[in-house]
């Protein structure tokens, strides 16, 4: 996977956790849950769309304006490690361009070092995510 593959900020979380030792990623991802924005009010009774691969109720939609991407996501809080990377995408593609999220790599989630600390159903939910944000940003510019 190439930078130029990547929004700037999601490239630099990334970063951030490559540059951990690998027994620190986790610890990451788990603050990073602690991260993840409530959803504005204008989205309190927008409907959102499940992901039907993570074991936890996750729910995901975007908004497209201006040709640049914001994420909103609902996780539980009992589901760190996937409401941690709820934080990434909500984060990481806040503000990005349409282009450059639909360029976004479907195993992005691999990238990030955490494949040997997380569970193979876990990095399952973590594509179903991307794969959701992927398909709604394509049909809100389309």
């Not at 992901?51 to 201006?66: A, L, M, N």
């Not at 976004?104 to 973590?126: C, Q």
């Amino acid at each position: 996977m190439t930078d130029t593959a990547l929004p700037a900020e999601l490239a630099s979380i990334r970063d951030d956790f490559l540059a951990l030792p690998a027994s620190e990623r986790l610890t990451l991802l788990l603050e990073l849950s602690d991260e993840l924005p409530e959803v504005p009010e204008r989205y309190a009774d927008a409907e959102f769309e499940r992901v039907i691969e993570c074991q936890s109720p996750v729910f995901i939609t975007v908004e497209v304006s201006d040709g640049k991407v914001s994420v909103y996501a609902k996780a539980p809080a009992e589901a760190p490690t996937t409401r941690g990377f709820a934080s990434v995408l909500v984060h990481g593609l806040a503000g990005a361009s349409v282009e450059s999220v639909l360029a976004l790599p479907a195993d992005f989630p691999f990238s990030l070092g955490i494949t040997e600390l997380v569970s193979p159903l876990r990095l399952n939910g973590m594509v179903g995510m991307l794969t959701r944000v992927k398909r709604q940003v394509a049909e809100h510019s389309a």
